[in-house]
């Protein structure tokens, strides 16, 4: 058990819909990262969050938003979804700023969209 | 840029041999972080190791090695003696100092047959 509590853990939309996914770190880290896992791009670094604040972006799409709250937690918001959005999105955390610092991730939302 | 090769997609091997992934790196950072990650059925991902560009020891731990060789960008894991439960997907990832995101491999599938 890493410590990253990712929910929903599986969850089925149609085309058009918007969910969201919810990430809680391992407690005392500051950073939060999204990854998408899909079998044709791999693992895919979206975005990072560091105590509130966006610190980088990857390969998000436009159509995708995160945010991170006071607690900590974080938040991926996916809209309009599309059928290439299924995929398995990991959430991450680490104690520290720099991504060089050892990643804790989480067991992961399988997203289908159909 | 910042690039890992896994070439090996697939391995199959049966209990008790050893085996060996290969990983390749590109990155013109002299400082960077190499890691490799454990993703079992279940889908987690696991952390295995981390290692920094300055620190080209060998590692070992329990039936798991790491060879880092900077000379030919090469940073391999070798399972000995394979067990069942050694069945997974490998990903090996890089990072730079500074750099906004890890940087994962394709990844290798690796059965281990009783």
């Given at each position: 058990d890493s410590g990253v509590t990712q929910t929903p853990k599986h969850l089925i939309t149609a085309t058009g819909q918007r969910v969201t996914l919810r990430c809680s770190p391992r407690s005392g880290d500051l950073s939060v990262y999204w990854y998408q896992q899909s079998l044709d791009q791999g693992l895919q670094f979206l975005i990072q969050y560091y105590n509130g604040e966006e610190r980088a972006k990857g390969n998000i799409l436009e159509r995708f938003s995160a945010q991170q709250f006071p607690d900590l937690h974080s938040e991926l918001n996916l809209s309009?979804?599309?059928?290439?959005?299924s995929a398995l999105y990991f959430c991450a955390s680490s104690?520290?700023?720099?991504?060089s610092g050892e990643l804790f991730f989480g067991e992961g939302s399988r997203l289908t969209v159909l | 840029a910042q690039k890992v090769t896994q070439a090996q997609t697939e391995i199959s091997v049966v209990e008790k041999e050893d085996v060996t992934l290969d990983c390749v790196y590109e990155t013109r950072d002299t400082t960077y972080y190499l890691f490799w990650y454990k993703q079992p059925p279940s889908g987690e991902l696991v952390f295995l190791i981390r290692r920094n560009s300055f620190d080209e020891q060998n590692e070992i731990s329990g039936r798991y090695s790491w060879n880092f060789q900077k000379s030919t960008s090469s940073f391999n894991f070798t399972i000995t003696a394979s067990q069942v439960v050694d069945s997974a997907v490998y990903f090996c990832a890089l990072i730079s100092w500074g750099a906004q995101k890890l940087v994962f491999g394709q990844g290798t599938r690796l059965t281990i047959n009783p």
């Amino acid at each position: 058990d890493s410590g990253v509590t990712q929910t929903p853990k599986h969850l089925i939309t149609a085309t058009g819909q918007r969910v969201t996914l919810r990430c809680s770190p391992r407690s005392g880290d500051l950073s939060v990262y999204w990854y998408q896992q899909s079998l044709d791009q791999g693992l895919q670094f979206l975005i990072q969050y560091y105590n509130g604040e966006e610190r980088a972006k990857g390969n998000i799409l436009e159509r995708f938003s995160a945010q991170q709250f006071p607690d900590l937690h974080s938040e991926l918001n996916l809209s309009s979804l599309e059928l290439g959005d299924s995929a398995l999105y990991f959430c991450a955390s680490s104690v520290v700023r720099e991504s060089s610092g050892e990643l804790f991730f989480g067991e992961g939302s399988r997203l289908t969209v159909l | 840029a910042q690039k890992v090769t896994q070439a090996q997609t697939e391995i199959s091997v049966v209990e008790k041999e050893d085996v060996t992934l290969d990983c390749v790196y590109e990155t013109r950072d002299t400082t960077y972080y190499l890691f490799w990650y454990k993703q079992p059925p279940s889908g987690e991902l696991v952390f295995l190791i981390r290692r920094n560009s300055f620190d080209e020891q060998n590692e070992i731990s329990g039936r798991y090695s790491w060879n880092f060789q900077k000379s030919t960008s090469s940073f391999n894991f070798t399972i000995t003696a394979s067990q069942v439960v050694d069945s997974a997907v490998y990903f090996c990832a890089l990072i730079s100092w500074g750099a906004q995101k890890l940087v994962f491999g394709q990844g290798t599938r690796l059965t281990i047959n009783p």
